[in-house]
């Protein structure tokens, strides 16, 4: 073994010391300007003491010896002795090399902790804010919707984590969303899987946290992962509330056990389903369901009214003035919508309100606007008919519709699936109400359509080929919705189309083919996602809309409420929709339903605003049935 010396010592410490990085290097460096000042200084001093003694003796040196090191020229106007001049010029070259140096390795420095700083690998400082974990298209809703959300806050923040640039993200951000209003955004780069890095955004001091689903693959399963680093993380006494979403039914249990119990987990796939079958029974559900979880529309709020306990629920909806109650949240966390008129609000009830704000949610300050009962009408029983129902593709959704249709249609109703492939519904349970039947058929080639007899149905569904990306799907159902357009204006009986879109920036597009409907999927449950992260007691609401057995969100038709024609207000046709245990949240005008934003939907109109319908408007409303 070779014998380790006392130089192969100073050696090693020196390597240790420089690969501590910047700030060693600009130590050193600056050791070696000090060590070459006193040096010449003292230099001066022995060699040249009359020039010394001019110039301030020892002190006097040190400071022309650091002048002349921090810059060249100073000695360009220097007199003396040839040893006094060479001694300066000894100065001036060596802070051309040492303090030159040390200048550079100051600018790398700085320039390396601002290449730092932009990477976003510093930890945020931050209370309340809402963090989210991962990157998709999803962020951009989300994030435009947080920003609707805050407006009336004076100061909010939203962090996001993810693995990507920074600045890539803030970009985005900016181009995507536009203007923030007073919420900042935080981006960071760190991977959402592992708990130093979800450091980086102060989880513990967030109010809530939500899981972006990722572009990927197996995206179940990355959502489901974050969800565990999440529940590895020691947490003190303030937890946030989690939302997630997963798009297989299959992956809910386990990801339901990864969150724990303070995570809300949706089931993408099942509130899809629903949606699309629901949309079927009646047009427009799904603009009604953006507007109520879309912040710049009007949404649910929960808050406790000490003055209406003891009053019945059906008293309390002439109570507001701004807002219409749609049901209560017991003391007890039990969600009520719609419930018995004469359900008593207690004192610890919270009431769910409809409102545009929770600062726009008043009280009437005086009695209730007076009825016109001449403008309400008795509705008129339908008793259900079976009906045909064309379904133009398939996904791995279609199972589920074709089970929640055989549950939700009357017997003898007739189901034909028509698909570019082999008889995708062999296997299939057999329905119970519904005759199924496959043609095959290539939905995007008209001659194809023409063959199905179009005309023979009274409901069309169109779904998203899942064989192709989002983008490329949504164009293939755009030219089917064009030549099922066409051939109802040739046919002159029209059917109803609900169909299926990936991207919200194709249904304004998709608005020149007249569809009934458009079920976009990601963005409802991007705008669910963000609502539970603002108020997570919301999360039952939800899940009570979407259960066929309580209250759901009906368009009924307005003749079944108010007199076709006949001038109303909107008080009226509330007190109607009560009579009949009904709660009323708006309306939907035929005349504008292909006109966006809205598309004909308006919820919480004026009480006493003039209000006429005809026989062919929809009233929207909470209903058992």
Same mark, same amino acid.
């Given at each position: 073994?070779?014998?380790?010396?006392?130089?192969?010592?100073?050696?090693?410490?020196?390597?240790?010391?420089?690969?501590?990085?910047?700030?060693?290097?600009?130590?050193?460096?600056?050791?070696?300007?000090?060590?070459?000042?006193?040096?010449?200084?003292?230099?001066?001093?022995?060699?040249?003491?009359?020039?010394?003694?001019?110039?301030?003796?020892?002190?006097?040196?040190?400071?022309?010896?650091?002048?002349?090191?921090?810059?060249?020229?100073?000695?360009?106007?220097?007199?003396?002795?040839?040893?006094?001049?060479?001694?300066?010029?000894?100065?001036?070259?060596?802070?051309?090399?040492?303090?030159?140096?040390?200048?550079?390795?100051?600018?790398?420095?700085?320039?390396?902790?601002?290449?730092?700083?932009?990477?976003?690998?510093?930890?945020?400082?931050?209370?309340?804010?809402?963090?989210?974990?991962?990157?998709?298209?999803?962020?951009?809703?989300?994030?435009?919707?947080?920003?609707?959300?805050?407006?009336?806050?004076?100061?909010?923040?939203?962090?996001?984590?993810?693995?990507?640039?920074?600045?890539?993200?803030?970009?985005?951000?900016?181009?995507?969303?536009?203007?923030?209003?007073?919420?900042?955004?935080?981006?960071?780069?760190?991977?959402?899987?592992?708990?130093?890095?979800?450091?980086?955004?102060?989880?513990?001091?967030?109010?809530?946290?939500?899981?972006?689903?990722?572009?990927?693959?197996?995206?179940?399963?990355?959502?489901?992962?974050?969800?565990?680093?999440?529940?590895?993380?020691?947490?003190?006494?303030?937890?946030?509330?989690?939302?997630?979403?997963?798009?297989?039914?299959?992956?809910?249990?386990?990801?339901?056990?990864?969150?724990?119990?303070?995570?809300?987990?949706?089931?993408?796939?099942?509130?899809?389903?629903?949606?699309?079958?629901?949309?079927?029974?009646?047009? @427009? &559900?799904?603009?009604?369901?953006?507007?109520? !979880?879309? +912040?710049?529309?009007? $949404?649910?709020?929960? #808050? /406790?009214?000490?003055?209406?306990?003891?009053?019945?629920?059906?008293?309390?909806?002439?109570?507001?003035?701004?807002?219409?109650?749609?049901?209560?949240?017991?003391?007890?966390?039990?969600?009520?919508?719609?419930?018995?008129?004469?359900?008593?609000?207690?004192?610890?009830?919270?009431?769910?309100?409809?409102?545009?704000?929770?600062?726009?949610?008043?009280?009437?300050?005086?009695?209730?606007?007076?009825?016109?009962?001449?403008?309400?009408?008795?509705?008129?029983?339908?008793?259900?008919?079976?009906?045909?129902?064309?379904?133009?593709?398939?996904?791995?959704?279609?199972?589920?519709?074709?089970?929640?249709?055989?549950?939700?249609?009357?017997?003898?109703?007739?189901?034909?699936?028509?698909?570019?492939?082999?008889?995708?519904?062999? @296997? &299939?349970?057999?329905?119970?109400?519904?005759? !199924?039947? +496959?043609?095959?058929? $290539?939905?995007?080639? #008209? /001659?194809?359509?023409?063959?199905?007899?179009?005309?023979?149905?009274?409901?069309?569904?169109?779904?998203?080929?899942?064989?192709?990306?989002?983008?490329?799907?949504?164009?293939?159902?755009?030219?089917?919705?064009?030549?099922?357009?066409?051939?109802?204006?040739?046919?002159?009986?029209?059917?109803?189309?609900?169909?299926?879109?990936?991207?919200?920036?194709?249904?304004?597009?998709?608005?020149?083919?007249?569809?009934?409907?458009?079920?976009?999927?990601?963005?409802?449950?991007?705008?669910?996602?963000?609502?539970?992260?603002?108020?997570?007691?919301?999360?039952?609401?939800?899940?009570?809309?979407?259960?066929?057995?309580?209250?759901?969100?009906?368009?009924?038709?307005?003749?079944?409420?108010?007199?076709?024609?006949?001038?109303?207000?909107?008080?009226?046709?509330?007190?109607?929709?009560?009579?009949?245990?009904?709660?009323?949240?708006?309306?939907?005008?035929?005349?504008?339903?292909?006109?966006?934003?809205?598309?004909?939907?308006?919820?919480?109109?004026?009480?006493?605003?003039?209000?006429?319908?005809?026989?062919?408007?929809?009233?929207?409303?909470?209903?058992?049935?």
């Amino acid at each position: 073994m070779a014998r380790v010396t006392r130089r192969d010592r100073v050696r090693y410490w020196f390597d240790r010391t420089m690969s501590k990085g910047t700030p060693a290097l600009i130590g050193w460096l600056g050791l070696a300007s000090g060590a070459l000042v006193l040096v010449v200084a003292t230099a001066a001093v022995v060699i040249a003491p009359r020039d010394s003694a001019e110039n301030g003796r020892w002190p006097g040196m040190v400071w022309r010896s650091l002048l002349r090191t921090l810059d060249p020229g100073t000695m360009g106007g220097d007199t003396g002795t040839g040893p006094f001049l060479a001694l300066m010029l000894v100065s001036t070259i060596g802070g051309i090399f040492i303090v030159s140096s040390l200048i550079g390795v100051l600018t790398t420095g700085l320039e390396t902790k601002i290449t730092e700083l932009r990477k976003g690998r510093s930890r945020i400082v931050e209370h309340g804010h809402t963090v989210l974990l991962g990157w998709s298209e999803q962020v951009f809703t989300v994030v435009a919707e947080l920003v609707e959300a805050n407006q009336s806050r004076r100061r909010s923040c939203v962090a996001i984590l993810a693995n990507r640039d920074k600045v890539e993200m803030e970009d985005a951000i900016r181009a995507r969303v536009g203007d923030l209003g007073r919420t900042r955004i935080v981006c960071r780069t760190g991977d959402p899987l592992k708990v130093s890095d979800v450091e980086l955004v102060s989880p513990g001091t967030a109010r809530s946290i939500l899981v972006v689903t990722p572009e990927v693959a197996d995206a179940d399963t990355r959502v489901i992962k974050v969800l565990l680093t999440l529940g590895a993380r020691k947490w003190g006494r303030h937890r946030p509330h989690v939302v997630a979403a997963v798009h297989d039914s299959a992956n809910l249990p386990a990801a339901r056990l990864a969150g724990g119990d303070r995570a809300h987990v949706i089931d993408a796939d099942d509130v899809a389903i629903r949606l699309i079958v629901q949309s079927h029974r009646q047009s @427009g &559900l799904s603009q009604v369901c953006t507007d109520l !979880l879309d +912040f710049a529309g009007h $949404e649910f709020y929960m #808050r /406790p009214e000490p003055s209406l306990a003891g009053t019945p629920f059906g008293d309390a909806l002439s109570a507001y003035e701004l807002g219409v109650p749609a049901g209560l949240r017991r003391g007890d966390g039990t969600v009520l919508l719609n419930p018995p008129m004469d359900t008593v609000i207690r004192a610890d009830d919270e009431i769910i309100v409809l409102a545009e704000d929770d600062l726009l949610i008043s009280l009437a300050g005086g009695p209730a606007p007076p009825v016109r009962e001449e403008a309400i009408t008795t509705a008129t029983a339908h008793l259900p008919v079976p009906e045909r129902t064309l379904m133009l593709g398939w996904n791995h959704r279609a199972p589920k519709i074709i089970e929640l249709l055989d549950a939700f249609l009357a017997p003898a109703s007739e189901l034909v699936v028509a698909a570019p492939r082999e008889d995708p519904t062999c @296997g &299939l349970p057999t329905p119970v109400n519904l005759k !199924l039947g +496959f043609v095959r058929a $290539e939905p995007t080639e #008209r /001659p194809s359509l023409e063959s199905l007899d179009v005309g023979a149905y009274q409901h069309v569904i169109v779904l998203s080929d899942a064989d192709h990306d989002r983008e490329h799907a949504d164009a293939r159902t755009l030219v089917t919705l064009l030549h099922l357009r066409d051939m109802e204006d040739a046919l002159g009986d029209p059917f109803a189309i609900v169909s299926e879109i990936n991207d919200d920036a194709n249904r304004e597009i998709a608005q020149v083919t007249k569809a009934d409907d458009f079920v976009v999927s990601e963005k409802l449950i991007s705008l669910m996602l963000t609502q539970l992260s603002e108020n997570r007691h919301l999360y039952d609401v939800f899940v009570d809309l979407l259960d066929p057995a309580g209250s759901e969100i009906y368009l009924k038709p307005a003749c079944d409420y108010l007199v076709p024609g006949l001038e109303a207000d909107f008080a009226t046709l509330i007190e109607s929709a009560r009579r009949r245990g009904e709660v009323a949240l708006g309306y939907r005008l035929t005349a504008h339903f292909h006109e966006p934003p809205g598309y004909g939907v308006v919820l919480n109109p004026g009480k006493t605003a003039p209000l006429t319908l005809s026989a062919d408007d929809r009233v929207i409303v909470l209903a058992e049935n």
